[in-house]
């Protein structure tokens, strides 16, 4: 018989243990799982990001490479086809254009007086392989003043003439989009001075990829205030800038001859994305969707230079590994209820071109995907870093995620460091067609953790496997399991109504 001080040591002994219990991590294991996890993840990092694969850089041989690798590695994890086309078992092919500036030139006339503006007052960019405008009188083009407008008030009258807008940053993207949807010939953007000029050239000559699908005839040109002024006449330019703050200012046609010329490099070529699925129990009930780019920059730096390969150890093999780890483990795991479809995403570096192509040609009803959770950059935190979570207040998932990160133990991170990402992943362009997409991620969670890569290693060479952290990406798969296990089973997840604005 167990005396009475006995007794109170064991029911003090049984409430710690219980109370330890309730406090323990949902999503640990034990550290030789965790070292079988490192393992396979190291594996695949280091096939991916080796300079066999050239910086995995789409429509190069790099791409040939790893097309076939992760096409092997989807078979071995047990995935099967999931786009849904007989007649491509993995590749999912996504039409791209790559251009890159040559050659541009502006000239300004003013009567009889001509002027073609030299390279350190203007620039000129298209597309195409070659482009030529003419405008201004006794051309039947005309030259269309319209501020800090877009012409949208002209509405078919912007047809086929040059547009003159002053640059107000943060819109004037924006802004060229909507006067090349009325179909103006070509948009002169008028920069404060060549500084400005000198960062829009730097940006302007890197090269360029898109979706052939939005491939456009377009014709910019950028010039220095001064150039323009010089052109003009001093008195007229300020003139026409003042008018231009008025509230009612309307576009006006500006005596003023204007002729471009721009030449590109141009190559059209097709890439792929890849999708493997895993099927559920459950048809009809909806899937959930694992994404990770597998582009990277290639060749980034003169191929005199010793470390001349962008390997994109971080950006984004280690994406793409825990992505395959994750999807081996949900397999292996016993059957699931809802789909699980796996896809790796080409050109995300040019613009999220593969999750945008993806978006347009699902392979499923977008509106079926309940999740979708995205994997870029994981492997920079050590273990038992915070979770920064990319897309917090954007989707219904709010609330089961939350919960479970509650649950699982994990620390939030920096919020406003994970907001700052949002339009910058894979995610976002599902999410602008309505599917919930989320990154989870320790390596966005903390400021100390990720910048230090930002400022020495993000797409430079010095991403590589001997700087690879997997402690924090090995957490963070774990806790994707755990979750993607619970929003899998119909009986315990049913989607919610997305109340988002």
Not at 171 to 179: E, P, T, W
Not at 281 to 287: E, I, L
Request: proline content about 6%; hydrophobic content about 45%.
């Amino acid at each position: 018989m167990i005396g009475a001080p006995a007794r109170l040591f064991l029911a003090v002994l049984v409430s710690l243990t219980l109370a330890a219990c309730a406090r323990a991590p949902i999503t640990s294991a034990p550290l030789a799982e965790r070292a079988a996890i490192e393992q396979r993840l190291m594996a695949d990092i280091a096939v991916l990001a080796s300079d066999d694969f050239g910086g995995r850089k789409p429509g190069t041989a790099g791409e040939d490479k790893t097309l076939a690798f992760l096409e092997r590695r989807m078979g071995e994890v047990g995935l099967v086809s999931g786009t849904n086309d007989p007649g491509s078992y993995w590749r999912m092919p996504v039409d791209l254009v790559s251009t890159r500036p040559l050659t541009g030139s502006l000239t300004l006339t003013q009567g009889r007086s001509s002027v073609t503006v030299p390279e350190t007052d203007a620039a000129v960019f298209t597309p195409r392989r070659r482009a030529l405008a003419a405008s201004g009188p006794g051309t039947g083009v005309p030259v269309v003043f319209v501020g800090y407008g877009d012409g949208s008030v002209l509405g078919d009258a912007m047809a086929g003439a040059v547009a003159v807008m002053l640059a107000d940053p943060g819109r004037d993207a924006a802004r060229r989009a909507a006067l090349f949807a009325q179909r103006a010939t070509a948009v002169v953007t008028v920069l404060p001075d060549a500084g400005a000029l000198t960062r829009v050239r730097m940006a302007g000559t890197r090269e360029r990829l898109q979706l052939a699908s939005e491939d456009q005839d377009t014709l910019s040109a950028y010039v220095t205030d001064a150039a323009l002024a010089e052109a003009v006449g001093a008195h007229r330019w300020e003139s026409y800038k003042a008018d231009a703050q008025a509230p009612d200012f309307a576009p006006l046609e500006i005596n003023l001859a204007i002729t471009l010329q721009a030449s590109a490099d141009r190559r059209e070529f097709t890439s792929s994305n890849l999708v493997g699925r895993i099927p559920g129990s459950a048809p009809g009930a909806g899937a959930i969707l694992l994404l990770a780019h597998w582009d990277h920059l290639g060749e980034c730096r003169p191929p005199e230079e010793i470390d001349h390969i962008c390997n994109g150890a971080a950006d984004n093999a280690s994406g793409l590994a825990a992505m395959l780890e994750l999807a081996r483990r949900l397999k292996a795991g016993g059957l699931l209820g809802r789909d699980i479809y796996v896809l790796a995403t080409t050109a995300e570096e040019g613009g999220l071109l593969g999750a945008r192509a993806f978006a347009k040609a699902a392979p499923l009803p977008l509106g079926t995907i309940i999740a979708a959770f995205n994997f870029d950059m994981v492997a920079i935190a050590p273990e038992a870093s915070p979770v920064g979570y990319i897309g917090r207040g954007q989707t219904p998932l709010d609330g089961v995620i939350l919960d479970y990160l509650a649950r699982s133990g994990r620390e939030l991170g920096e919020q406003d460091l994970a907001d700052s990402f949002i339009q910058r992943h894979d995610g976002w362009a599902l999410q602008q067609n309505g599917v919930p997409a989320v990154l989870l991620s320790s390596s966005y969670g903390s400021r100390a953790i990720l910048r230090p890569f930002l400022d020495s290693r993000y797409h430079r060479p010095s991403d590589d496997t001997a700087e690879i952290e997997l402690g924090g990406a090995i957490d963070d798969l774990l806790l994707h399991e755990g979750l993607i296990r619970l929003l899998a089973d119909p009986a315990r997840y049913q989607p919610v109504a997305d109340d988002q604005p």
